[in-house]
């Protein structure tokens, strides 16, 4: 079982950047897709993007492209969620975590077996 704590998160302007940070404790780290999901008050948590195991692909929710990039790095055990553009509807609670295949097309919840504990990034306008 992989351990996966986020960091990066707080306050932030609108139309301002964050980076949020994953890092994973564990084996078997690059044989994963990793996925960041987010969550806002009173709504379902909702799939933010995905990478591949070897990070050569990646797919993100239709609203969110252009804005929000996921990358990794396989030697630190990192993935990373790089958000541009901020809106206030962006404020919520971001989750890492780790699917059960090396690559998917799905964001099914239930795909993704270990999960950080979550860190807030809320969004000022």
């Known amino acids: 079982q992989v351990q996966l704590v986020e960091s990066g998160g707080g306050l932030a302007q609108a139309d301002g950047s964050l980076r949020l940070s994953c890092a994973a404790s564990?084996?078997?780290?690059?044989?994963?897709?990793m996925g960041w999901f987010r969550q806002a008050p009173g709504k379902e948590r909702e799939h933010v993007g995905t990478?591949?195991?070897?990070?050569?692909?990646?797919r993100y929710a239709d609203s969110l492209k252009g804005r929000f990039t996921i990358f990794r790095d396989n030697a630190k055990k990192m993935v990373y969620l790089q958000m541009n553009s901020l809106k206030a509807d962006d404020t919520a609670t971001y989750y890492c975590?780790?699917?059960?295949?090396?690559?998917?097309?799905?964001?099914?919840?239930?795909?993704?077996?270990?999960w950080g504990q979550g860190i807030q990034v809320t969004v000022s306008s």
């Open positions: 990478i591949s195991a070897d990070g050569e692909a990646t």
């Open positions: 564990g084996r078997a780290f690059s044989s994963f897709a």
């Open positions: 975590a780790q699917s059960k295949w090396y690559w998917s097309t799905d964001d099914e919840i239930a795909d993704f077996t270990s």
